[in-house]
Nanobody
Framework: QVQLVESGGGLVQAGGSLRLSCSIS????????MGWYRQVPGKQREMVAG??????TTYSESAKGRFTISGDNAKNMYLQMNSLKPEDTAVYYC????????????WGRGTQVTVSS
């Protein structure tokens, strides 16, 4: 199993920055990729940014140029968020795709990000 714990959320004014962290533990050698997702009430969870084991990255259109995903040795993953907008307000989740049982995805419990206008 893989355990994920997010931190770093909070309240910030529009234009400000936050850095989210995801602490990773468990069978980390089974991880094939990781990412940050977000969800607002009444809407589907959406991918914000992803990172592969080769450190390749991918971003949603809304995150490109403002957010940066990074990781260090499968122990921690980060999301640096700059130029935040009120529409970035959401619960942000850390996710890990693994080889466990044919491809289980693990989720953290999420951290709230609120951007005030």
């Amino acid at each position: 199993q893989v355990q994920l714990v997010e931190s770093g959320g909070g309240l910030v004014q529009a234009g400000g920055s936050l850095r989210l962290s995801c602490s990773i533990s468990g069978t980390t050698f089974s991880i094939t990729g990781m990412g940050w997702y977000r969800q607002v009430p009444g809407k589907q969870r959406e991918m914000v940014a992803g990172i592969g084991t080769d450190r390749s990255t991918t971003y949603s259109e809304s995150a490109k140029g403002r957010f940066t995903i990074s990781g260090d040795n499968a122990k921690n993953m980060y999301l640096q968020m700059n130029s935040l907008k009120p529409e970035d307000t959401a619960v942000y989740y850390c996710a890990a795709d693994t080889r466990i049982r044919g491809g289980l995805r693990y989720w953290g419990r999420g951290t709230q990000v609120t951007v005030s206008s």
